[in-house]
């Protein structure tokens, strides 16, 4: 999100067409939106009226998935993303600064899902985003774990940093947030993309379609790897991951 208060991610704009190109069946993005939804039905349970803000909603892709089961709306200021989004199903999206979002406190829960390490004063964002929540409602995070995973790809993609769990939680401290839980994800990853960041290094992004497309064959045996870790672990919080997903409450 942008605004005049600095939040200013900096996801390049080609990257943006990049991975909607690439997010069809991709086993990072459908394993993350499974793990969204599991974690809304936890809070929320199956009740249709409650409402839900995607806080930076990009082209609708996890929206349209909680629209399904919700009242949900998406606020986004990239106006290809929305013009994606309207494009792609009959998707509630508003055109917003992530500083100044026009909507008042009336929703029951507000996801932002790889939003927050685009910026540099990310509890000031969660604060905002807070803000939109009722009284004993729920925020939802999904961000980048683990420092020692930091690559080029990361400066690319505009991350202002990687978290430790003990980051998140201070995070959503700070922003005057209840914390339920923060649970890790992609843990079958994180021994891999520990290796890849020790190979990999500093080496400039020179193809980034290269750095997020995978083979047919190989998405097949990470998708059900996928599969069977949340089967196996749920939403545990032991372990590591190479994202985080954080539950928090706000107070009375």
């Given at each position: 999100?942008?605004?005049?208060?600095?939040?200013?991610?900096?996801?390049?704009?080609?990257?943006?067409?990049?991975?909607?190109?690439?997010?069809?069946?991709?086993?990072?993005?459908?394993h993350?939106?499974?793990?969204i939804?599991?974690?809304?039905?936890?809070?929320?349970?199956?009740?249709?009226?409650?409402?839900?803000?995607?806080?930076?909603?990009?082209?609708?892709?996890?929206?349209?998935?909680?629209?399904?089961?919700?009242?949900?709306?998406?606020?986004?200021?990239?106006?290809?993303?929305?013009?994606?989004?309207?494009?792609?199903?009959?998707?509630?999206?508003?055109?917003g600064?992530?500083?100044?979002?026009?909507?008042?406190?009336?929703?029951?829960?507000?996801?932002?899902?790889?939003?927050?390490?685009?910026?540099?004063?990310d509890?000031?964002?969660?604060?905002?985003?807070?803000?939109?929540?009722?009284?004993?409602?729920?925020?939802?995070?999904?961000?980048?774990?683990?420092?020692?995973?930091?690559?080029?790809?990361?400066?690319?993609?505009g991350?202002?940093?990687?978290?430790?769990?003990?980051?998140?939680?201070?995070?959503?401290?700070?922003?005057?947030?209840?914390?339920?839980?923060?649970?890790?994800?992609?843990?079958?990853?994180?021994?891999?993309?520990r290796?890849?960041a020790?190979?990999?290094?500093?080496?400039?992004?020179?193809?980034?379609?290269?750095?997020?497309?995978?083979?047919?064959?190989?998405?097949?045996?990470?998708?059900?790897a996928?599969?069977?870790?949340?089967?196996?672990?749920?939403?545990?919080?032991?372990?590591?991951?190479?994202?985080?997903?954080?539950?928090?409450?706000?107070?009375?």
């Amino acid at each position: 999100m942008h605004c005049d208060s600095g939040f200013q991610p900096g996801f390049p704009a080609v990257g943006h067409g990049i991975l909607r190109g690439l997010r069809g069946g991709h086993f990072w993005f459908d394993h993350r939106k499974a793990c969204i939804l599991d974690a809304v039905r936890a809070c929320l349970g199956a009740s249709p009226g409650a409402r839900i803000l995607e806080f930076g909603c990009g082209d609708g892709d996890v929206l349209a998935a909680l629209s399904r089961q919700h009242t949900a709306f998406g606020l986004e200021r990239r106006l290809e993303d929305l013009t994606a989004a309207r494009r792609d199903g009959p998707l509630t999206v508003v055109a917003g600064e992530g500083g100044a979002p026009p909507f008042s406190r009336s929703f029951d829960l507000v996801g932002l899902f790889d939003v927050v390490e685009h910026v540099e004063d990310d509890v000031g964002l969660l604060r905002i985003a807070s803000s939109l929540v009722r009284p004993r409602g729920w925020i939802l995070l999904t961000v980048p774990a683990d420092p020692a995973l930091w690559t080029a790809l990361d400066e690319y993609a505009g991350h202002e940093r990687r978290y430790t769990r003990s980051m998140v939680e201070q995070l959503c401290v700070k922003a005057s947030l209840e914390v339920v839980s923060v649970a890790p994800l992609f843990r079958f990853l994180w021994p891999l993309a520990r290796v890849r960041a020790a190979i990999r290094g500093r080496r400039p992004v020179e193809d980034p379609e290269s750095e997020y497309r995978v083979g047919s064959l190989s998405n097949h045996l990470l998708s059900t790897a996928l599969r069977a870790e949340r089967r196996l672990f749920g939403r545990s919080s032991r372990g590591h991951g190479t994202s985080w997903l954080a539950v928090a409450r706000i107070a009375e």
